[in-house]
C-alpha cells in the first residue's frame, strides 16, 4: 500500500508556465482534496471531489483546474502560473463512510513545494 | 461557507505543563472536527477527532472538547513533551462526503 503518492516533490516554474501536479492513491477512497500551505495561512482547500467524475471548488480555486476521470487519481493543474502560487502543495483522500470506521480521515501525500519565478 | 479560527498561532509552554488550544467554527451543519499534527518538513496527521454526538473524547494524554452551542471545541494536551513540539491544525466538516476546512494553525514549542 502506497497510500497518496505526489509527483513531482519539487518543481520551479517561471511565470505564465503550465504545469500539473499528480496524485494517485491506492485505498480506494472516494473522497480526493488538493491543499496549498502557506506560512500563517495553515492548509487551504483549493479543489475537491467526492468520487470519479465529480469535482467542486474549495476556498481558493481560481488558478487552478481538477478533473476525476478515476477513483485513483486527482491531478491539479496550474493554467498559467503566477508567484501568488508559490507554495506547499498537499493532496490527501479519505474514505467515505459511517463514523468510527476510519471515515473522513485525511491521508495527506508528501507535499509538493512549488516555486514560481 | 464554514469558516474555521484558531487561537494561539503560537504557544510555548515548559516540559510538562498542559497546553490548550481553541477553534470556533461558523457553520452550524459541521458535526465532524479533527485536530492534525504537522511536524516541521513532515506531512499532517490526524491526532484526534469528535462528532458532534459526544462533548469530550480522550486518547491518553490527548483529550478534544466539543461545545456545539457556542460553536467551539479545544485541543488539551497534558504533561506535555518536547516530542509534542509541532503546528497543531484544527477542521471542521458536516462529514461524509462533505470537505474538510482547517484552521491557521497553532505552532507549540514545549522547552525542556
Known amino acids: 500500500n502506497a497510500g497518496v503518492t505526489q509527483t513531482p516533490k519539487f518543481q520551479v516554474l517561471k511565470t505564465g508556465q503550465s504545469m500539473t501536479l499528480q496524485c494517485a492513491q491506492d485505498m480506494n477512497h472516494e473522497y480526493m482534496s488538493w491543499y496549498r500551505q502557506d506560512p500563517g495561512m495553515g492548509l487551504r482547500l483549493i479543489h475537491y471531489s467526492v468520487g470519479a467524475g465529480i469535482t467542486d471548488q474549495g476556498e481558493v480555486p481560481n488558478g487552478y483546474n481538477v478533473s476525476r476521470s478515476t477513483t485513483e487519481d486527482f491531478p491539479l493543474r496550474l493554467l498559467s502560473a503566477a508567484p501568488s502560487q508559490t507554495s506547499v502543495y498537499f493532496c490527501?483522500?479519505?474514505?467515505?463512510?459511517?463514523?468510527?470506521?476510519?471515515?473522513?480521515?485525511?491521508?495527506f501525500g508528501a507535499g509538493s513545494r512549488l516555486t514560481v519565478l | 461557507g464554514e469558516n474555521v479560527e484558531q487561537h494561539p498561532s503560537t504557544l510555548s509552554v515548559q516540559e510538562g505543563d498542559s497546553a490548550v488550544i481553541k477553534c470556533t467554527y461558523s457553520?452550524?451543519?459541521?458535526?465532524?472536527f479533527p485536530w492534525y499534527k504537522q511536524e516541521l518538513g513532515k506531512r499532517p496527521q490526524l491526532i484526534i477527532d469528535i462528532r458532534s454526538n459526544v462533548g469530550e473524547k480522550k486518547d491518553q494524554r490527548i483529550a478534544v472538547t466539543l461545545n456545539k452551542t457556542a460553536k467551539h471545541f479545544s485541543l488539551h494536551i497534558t504533561e506535555t513533551q518536547p516530542e509534542d513540539s509541532a503546528v497543531y491544525f484544527c477542521?471542521?466538516?458536516?462529514?461524509?462526503?462533505?470537505?474538510?476546512?482547517f484552521g491557521t494553525g497553532t505552532r507549540l514549542q514545549v522547552f525542556p
Open positions: 477542521a471542521a466538516s458536516r462529514g461524509n462526503t462533505d470537505k474538510l476546512i
Open positions: 490527501a483522500s479519505s474514505y467515505s463512510g459511517l463514523a468510527g470506521s476510519g471515515a473522513n480521515v485525511l491521508t
Open positions: 457553520d452550524s451543519a459541521s458535526n465532524y
